[in-house]
């Protein structure tokens, strides 16, 4: 790995760290547990365009790994775990589909990072009564995916017109 | 955005509109823990699946005994030492009964400060 890149790497982190601390204070999005705006995904959708696979993946660990350290306990940082692993995987696969713009990639990075949660969550309590609410996610996730897929568009946009993704 | 990125947005409402019609009013409170208080405040003492048979009896020193029963997917005071045996009379809290009891969710014995309460999930 060159130095630019652990660099941007270390850059990108702090940067998912802060989105994440910042969505935790809005009050409408922080009282409603499971439900979060995901801004930090739009560093995800950065990395999954303009960066290499692997420095995605090690994002989204390091995210997981940091954010859950400082935010949740261990329970809930397996349930981002598997949120996370679903999601970017989900969006990999969606980008190959032509006809499909980072928006709806993003849309559908939210809907797995859900039922990522929710599968780790349904596994580990050994519980259904999970289906009941995640309808309500699932209606959740395809908006707060079109907010930040919307904003991962235009962050993607100037950032390489600046030239700071070369 | 592309006009797919609309159908794709689309299609994860109306799944979810589906999931709802079949889930969504079936299992909304499916009652899962029980959660027991002893004293003012603080965390539960015990919190335990109401799917598991089993007794806690709570033994607070002085003569004063409780013993929740959790049996059948219902739970009760099946015992304590206090004077009006109120809670003992209160009878089971199940997922049908927490509906229309007075308490709702909540068996309490005041005397010797031990509550029971049915929570949904963990």
């Known amino acids: ?166 | 955005m592309t006009g797919r990125d609309i159908w794709i947005a689309l299609a994860v409402i109306a799944a979810a509109l589906v999931l709802y019609l079949f889930f969504g009013r079936t299992k909304t409170a499916s009652a899962a823990y029980v959660n027991v208080y002893v004293g003012t405040g603080g965390a539960p003492y015990s919190h335990v699946p109401l799917n598991e048979d089993r007794t806690i009896r709570i033994d607070q020193g002085g003569g004063k005994i409780n013993e929740i029963e959790i049996k059948d997917g219902g739970v009760r005071m099946a015992y304590s030492t206090c004077q009006n045996q109120l809670c003992v009379h209160e009878g089971v809290v199940t997922d049908e009964s927490r509906r229309h009891r007075a308490l709702g969710d909540w068996i309490v014995c005041l005397p010797n400060g031990v509550s029971i309460e049915m929570v949904d999930g963990p």
Do not use: C, D, F
Not at chain 1, 114 to 122: T, Y
Not at chain 1, 139 to 166: D, F, M, P, Q
């Open chain 1, 1 to 166: 790995m060159s130095v630019k890149t652990l660099t941007r790497m270390a850059l990108l982190s702090s940067v998912m760290m802060v989105l994440s601390y910042i969505e935790r204070q809005i009050p409408a999005v922080s009282t409603v547990p499971g439900i979060k705006l995901g801004l930090a995904n739009t560093v995800l959708l950065y990395a999954i365009y303009l960066m290499k696979p692997r420095h995605a993946w090690a994002l989204m660990v390091i995210k997981v790994g940091i954010a859950g350290l400082v935010y949740l306990n261990g329970m809930a940082m397996l349930y981002s775990l598997g949120g996370g692993i679903l999601s970017l995987a989900a969006m990999y696969l969606v980008k190959r589909i032509p006809g499909i713009s980072i928006v709806g990639v993003s849309v559908v990075g939210a809907l797995a990072h859900i039922a990522g949660q929710m599968a780790v969550a349904a596994w580990t309590l050994q519980t259904q009564a999970l289906l009941a609410i995640l309808p309500v996610y699932m209606a959740l996730s395809a908006a707060t995916g079109l907010v930040t897929g919307i904003a991962a568009k235009y962050v993607n946009a100037a950032l390489e017109k600046s030239g700071w993704s070369r």
